[in-house]
């Protein structure tokens, strides 16, 4: 649930979502993983936490059950998320370059002069989906329209979504189902399920050292 500002939380039907704000990268997030297992006294360095990701999330919408309403029983796992994501030109050529050192080709890669287009990316536990370009004018607004109308069409949604406060007002609310958080905190984990799962993976790599 990491977002740049406090983001939004809705109730819709059966399901709870949010929309955030340029929410961390799962490199990042692993590196922030990673260093606070190192201060815990695992067996792996420290690093400066850098954001080299070759994409950017302008805005995400993450969608969950409602606690009562999951059929497989209560559970914090998003259903899907749905991203603006947009190719970070710099960071892809380095990396683009860095891929090419390690493979041997000794050919100049320049920086594209042009911004790369803003897409629409959707995530399950199935798969990733490429829903096209994004063609209107970013801001909040435009943005959650159109989250929203993907998500409405996914879930076959009917109604109004509510919204119900930032993204920390899920906790303790009552349509929820969750429950309250004494740290008042910002933190949470990110609209990806594959972050997820990549996050659960370093733990398990350092447990394993």
Not at 167 to 193: F, M
Request: with cysteine; proline share 4%; aromatic share 8%.
């Amino acid at each position: 649930m990491d977002s740049e500002d406090d983001g939004e939380a809705w109730i819709w039907g059966d399901y709870v979502a949010t929309l955030q704000k340029n929410p961390q990268t799962c490199g990042v997030m692993v590196q922030q993983m990673m260093n606070h297992l190192a201060a815990k006294g695992a067996n792996i360095k420290s690093n400066p936490v850098v954001d080299n990701s070759a994409m950017t999330y302008h805005y995400a919408t993450t969608v969950y059950y409602k606690k009562h309403k999951n059929p497989h029983g209560p559970s914090s796992q998003p259903i899907l998320s749905v991203a603006l994501e947009q190719v970070n030109v710099e960071n892809a050529i380095e990396l683009l370059r860095e891929y090419g050192k390690a493979l041997g080709d000794g050919s100049e890669i320049s920086l594209a002069e042009n911004k790369m287009p803003i897409m629409i990316g959707m995530f399950t536990s199935e798969a990733r989906s490429n829903l096209g370009t994004f063609d209107e004018i970013l801001s909040r607004d435009t943005a959650r329209s159109k989250l929203f109308s993907i998500i409405r069409d996914k879930l076959s949604l009917h109604g109004e979504p509510q919204q119900i406060g930032n993204i920390r007002s899920i906790l303790g609310h009552p349509e929820t189902g969750w429950p309250g958080d004494s740290k008042n905190k910002k933190g949470g984990c990110l609209t990806s399920i594959v972050c997820v799962f990549s996050v659960f993976i370093v733990l398990l790599f350092c447990l394993i050292l």
